[in-house]
């Protein structure tokens, strides 16, 4: 079993390493589009950036919590609480914005009439990337609620005699 701080490091490296990586390919495809597209291929491609941007945001969290120095029992209660609430968060928020760009992509991919906005090359890679993301959301947020055990004080002071 890995410790708490050693579980932070390890869900603030994944998520904010592929948070990194995900947005540039998330945002290629937006300038790549002709002007003459549906606006809702863009609401498309923002819902995927939004899941990358909940990624990296939960990565900058769990990073706060590996870099903790544990003050008071009590307050180290409540922010390792609160981080668990924010990975659950950004958990769940990926997989909605996710799946509605997922709704909304391929029915817009057509474009103007028989047009592909971008190509079908384009398309999937964002597809995957968006998978991609959901996957390292859920797996940082299973990681760390499991290794920050609710009632987690990763510092306890041995008591004088």
């Given at each position: 079993m ?68 544990p ?11 609160g ?47 968006a ?31």
């Open positions: 890995i410790s708490g701080r050693r579980a932070a490091g390890w869900a603030a490296g994944i998520s904010l390493s592929w948070g990194l990586v995900a947005a540039p390919v998330l945002i290629g495809p937006t300038f790549a589009t002709p002007s003459g597209a549906n606006p809702f291929f863009y609401f498309g491609l923002c819902f995927f950036g939004g899941a990358a941007f909940s990624v990296l945001l939960g990565g900058i969290g769990a990073l706060f919590a590996r870099d903790r120095t003050v008071l029992p009590a307050l180290d209660i409540e922010f390792f609480a981080i668990r609430r924010l990975m659950l968060a950004m958990s769940c928020r990926t997989v909605v914005m996710d799946a509605l760009g997922l709704l909304l992509l391929p029915r817009t991919a057509r474009g103007v009439g028989d047009t592909t906005p971008v190509g079908t090359g384009i398309v999937v890679v964002a597809l995957v990337v998978a991609t993301t959901a996957t390292c959301a859920a797996l940082s947020a299973i990681v760390l609620r499991r290794h920050i055990p609710r009632g987690f004080v990763p510092f306890r002071p041995i008591p004088r005699r």
